[in-house]
């Protein structure tokens, strides 16, 4: 079981920053050799999508929309992935989810294969 627990959402004027954390927690004894992590938003009224994507052998992945203004970044020792969000514009509004994928290191970020969510966090950009 993986417990994931996002922060740092808020409220920012077009061009702001954020940075959002990822909390891992889980029950087990040993971790997971291999994994995924994934984030996801959710703009009002629309479909759920991934935005970018990291694996336990330290590769990344940011789509189109966001790449060369989000970054991925991991602290082992915090069991934290952040999403640094920079230049942020007002189609970056929506609910911010993280996911975990157990077992598998793979940059794909389909919802489907992703076997825990967390509970969000909301990102406004407006001025």
């Known amino acids: 079981q993986v417990q994931l627990l996002e922060s740092g959402g808020g409220s920012v004027q077009p061009g702001g920053s954020l940075r959002l954390a990822c909390l891992l927690t889980?029950?087990?004894?040993?971790?997971?050799?291999?994994?995924?992590i994934g984030w996801f938003r959710q703009a009002p009224g629309k479909e759920r999508q991934g935005i970018a994507a990291f694996t336990s052998s330290g590769q990344t992945f940011v789509t189109d929309p966001v790449k060369g203004r989000f970054t991925i970044s991991q602290d082992n020792a915090k069991k934290t992935l952040y999403l640094q969000m920079n230049s942020l514009e007002p189609d970056d509004t929506g609910t911010y989810y993280c996911a975990f994928r157990a077992n598998v290191a793979s940059l794909n970020l389909e919802e489907s294969v992703y076997n825990y969510w967390g509970q969000g966090t909301q990102v406004r950009v407006s001025s």
């Open positions: 889980t029950n087990r004894t040993y971790p997971y050799p291999y994994y995924s």
